[in-house]
């Protein structure tokens, strides 16, 4: 039974998909996580426990428990586990993307230094620290865009249009970096923000799939919502594209570029740009799948065998083991996902209308992550969504008019958070 390596955090919403492709696919799947490492397998899964901050500890204690039992493929779910992914490859003598290149696509500086000296389309971009006065930067070409270098999801990500706005982006950037998920990650990256000229244009999203340096597309993703700011909430991904295969075609050529400049050779990457007249903006290339249940928009079948659907997380588990999975291809039907956005910031009392929204034709599930009672933080200080809204369809237009339809009958129940107030005696 051939043995994969699962890097991820406790809190990943894909990890259950693996163990279950992994079961389908009679794959012997081994988790690392950064669980509590007192507590003797809590979960009763065997997993490793790592840190993630701690990289040297974690990718030795990975390399002693695969001299017992060796492991045969990586895969990574998130940003922080692809570096002890590259590295663990790296040890292990395992095909995967080097570790220079994934700490490259995880920097937002490093990744337009190197897009900027490969020649590619970049915007004019600064960096500070995140201790500076922003007012140094002056003067600057307004609207311009306000970015921690390391986090992910739009999280934290400002438009500015003026020198008050760029001040109040700061002070509500300083906030966020103090949050206790962010500080205890421990990393020198959150000490840096990346000012960048706005782009204008329409929004897309890049699955693919590295074979020794190769690049395989499986998905281009559209964004219908326009994302101008002054926050950048990601809501729908919809696939196939709607856009001219020429439009199509430059983005794959740009992303294909962006690969090769940051040195991206193995595995799973997912990339996001922008096109306008310009042409094509990369914004990022990261070295993992698409996170959450997103995933569970993507499904394949096999081209001899069009009833052998399986699921994005099987596709990979089969491609870390060495098989050729060029014979899959996604599905012909249109698919769509919602990321549920928060409305308002508040406490989470009841979420009403979901019997409804899941009758909504062409919708497969909607699927509710958020907790009773759960405080909601919405962007640019949040870090996750209400939950996700499926649906697939015979052409993209109706996916998305289904997804839409059945968010517009779910009624959140959302009161006031309300605020411990600490007094001094004198």
């Known amino acids: 039974m051939p043995r994969v390596l699962l890097l991820a955090t406790t809190t990943g919403y894909q990890t259950r998909a693996f163990g279950e492709a992994a079961e389908r696919l009679g794959v012997d799947l081994v988790y690392a996580t950064d669980r509590c490492n007192v507590l003797d397998d809590p979960w009763q899964d065997a997993a490793l426990a790592i840190r993630f901050q701690h990289e040297h500890e974690s990718i030795a204690a990975i390399a002693q428990a695969a001299v017992a039992k060796p492991i045969d493929g990586v895969l990574a779910v998130g940003d922080r586990p692809s570096i002890i992914a590259a590295a663990t490859c790296e040890t292990l003598r395992l095909p995967w993307h080097p570790v220079d290149a994934v700490l490259a696509a995880r920097s937002k500086v490093l990744t337009r230094q190197r897009l900027a000296n490969a020649g590619l389309p970049v915007p004019w971009f600064r960096e500070i620290d995140m201790a500076g006065d922003p007012r140094s930067l002056l003067p600057l070409q307004f609207p311009c865009v306000v970015k921690p270098i390391a986090l992910t999801g739009s999280r934290g990500v400002i438009r500015v249009d003026d020198e008050p706005s760029l001040v109040a982006a700061f002070n509500r950037l300083r906030s966020l970096l103090k949050a206790p998920d962010i500080r205890g990650e421990r990393s020198d990256l959150h000490d840096t923000v990346i000012v960048e000229g706005f782009i204008e244009g329409r929004e897309f999203a890049v699955e693919g799939l590295m074979t020794a340096g190769r690049l395989r597309t499986l998905a281009i993703f559209d964004k219908p919502d326009t994302m101008d700011g002054p926050f950048f909430e990601e809501t729908i991904y919809v696939t196939p594209s709607s856009e001219p295969s020429w439009v199509e075609s430059a983005i ?143 052409e993209p237009a109706a996916a998305v008019a289904a997804v839409r339809s059945a968010h517009e009958r779910l009624v959140f129940d959302i009161e006031p958070e309300l605020r411990v107030l600490q007094s001094v005696h004198g």
């Open 252 to 394: 794959i050529r740009a992303i294909t570029a962006a690969i090769d400049a940051l040195g991206l050779r193995h595995g799973p990457i997912h990339a996001e740009c922008r096109v306008n007249a310009e042409g094509v903006f990369v914004l990022e290339v990261a070295a993992r799948p698409i996170g959450g249940l997103c995933a569970r928009v993507l499904r394949f079948e096999d081209a001899l065998d069009e009833r052998a659907a399986v699921s994005f997380e099987e596709l990979l588990l089969r491609h870390a083991i060495g098989q050729n999975v060029s014979d899959y291809q996604r599905e012909r039907c249109a698919s769509a996902v919602m990321m549920i956005p928060i409305p308002r910031r508040g406490v989470l009392r009841n979420i009403m209308g979901l019997d409804r929204a899941r009758a909504v034709p062409d919708v497969e599930d909607v699927r509710i992550t958020a907790k009773p009672d759960q405080v909601l933080i919405p962007l640019p200080e949040g870090a996750s969504y209400l939950g996700f809204i499926f649906a697939r369809a015979p």
